[in-house]
């Protein structure tokens, strides 16, 4: 399979302008990926351009720090299905996460679920793992979403920079390890998205080889044309 087929493109940057993303969404049709990840307010012009495609309609919910009301989250997610998104990427409650707050967390992914489930959309559940201090906060997410029926877990938003000691900002974003750690405490019929910080064709297939279905990435163009050179 190519690995066109396994990415998300993603137009989420907050200076996009309408024709940025219309672009955004003639280049993923073009190169046939699994979907464009937009903005929630750009859904109607995304499904406009992908009409009669087989690239997927996708948004964010709660983006991208999550502590959005569950109530928000849920209208946030109908909203966009009924405008045309078939697949949502809602971003967890962070910091009742980093709180042990489990059920509140499992609450709200659940209803999110629920409400896209409902309409025959798929949910990517997003940990932001930069912000999360350990692997059993991951592990327990995981579980959770599994139980809430979420159809993937997810790294990262892409915009999850962490301040550091001397004041300035970084980001990892998706990571091997993180990938693997994800992929082993999920159940086959959870997957997993690779997002953040993935730019070459080498980061992506390894990501695949590692147990990703998807991968959220706006270098796209980049990563297709490496892809073509390898194989000659």
């Known amino acids: ?27 993923a049709r073009r190169l046939e990926v699994a979907s464009v990840c937009v903005q929630p307010a750009a859904v109607p012009l995304a499904a406009e351009e992908l009409a009669g495609s087989p690239v997927a309609v996708g948004t964010v919910v709660g983006f991208p720090q999550g502590a959005h009301a569950t109530a928000t989250k849920v209208y946030e997610a109908e909203l966009a299905c009924r405008q045309g998104a078939t697949e949502l990427d809602m971003v967890i ?17 659940r209803e999110v679920v629920q409400a896209a489930h409902a309409r025959e959309a798929l949910v990517k559940v997003i940990f932001e793992n930069d912000f999360l201090p350990s692997d059993e906060i991951k592990i ?5 979403c599994e139980e809430a ?8 938003t892409g915009f999850g920079f962490v301040k550091q000691p001397d004041g300035h900002y970084a980001y990892r974003g998706a ?9 082993a405490h999920c159940s086959p019929r959870v997957k997993v998205k690779a997002a953040g ?22 270098a796209t163009e980049t990563i297709v044309a490496q892809e073509a050179q390898q194989r000659g």
């Open 1 to 27: 399979m190519s690995i066109a087929r396994h990415i998300d493109h993603s137009l989420l940057h907050p200076t996009l302008t309408d024709e940025q993303i219309r672009q955004g969404c003639r280049l």
């Open 93 to 109: 409650h962070i910091g009742k996460a980093l709180s042990g707050h489990w059920d509140y967390v499992a609450q709200d992914i």
């Open 140 to 144: 327990r997410l995981c579980r959770i």
């Open 149 to 156: 029926g979420a159809d993937y877990v997810k790294t990262s």
């Open 175 to 183: 990571t091997e390890h993180d990938v693997q750690l994800m992929r």
């Open 197 to 218: 910080g993935i730019r070459t064709y080498e980061q992506a297939r390894r990501f695949v080889q590692l147990g990703a279905e998807r991968i959220g990435a706006s």
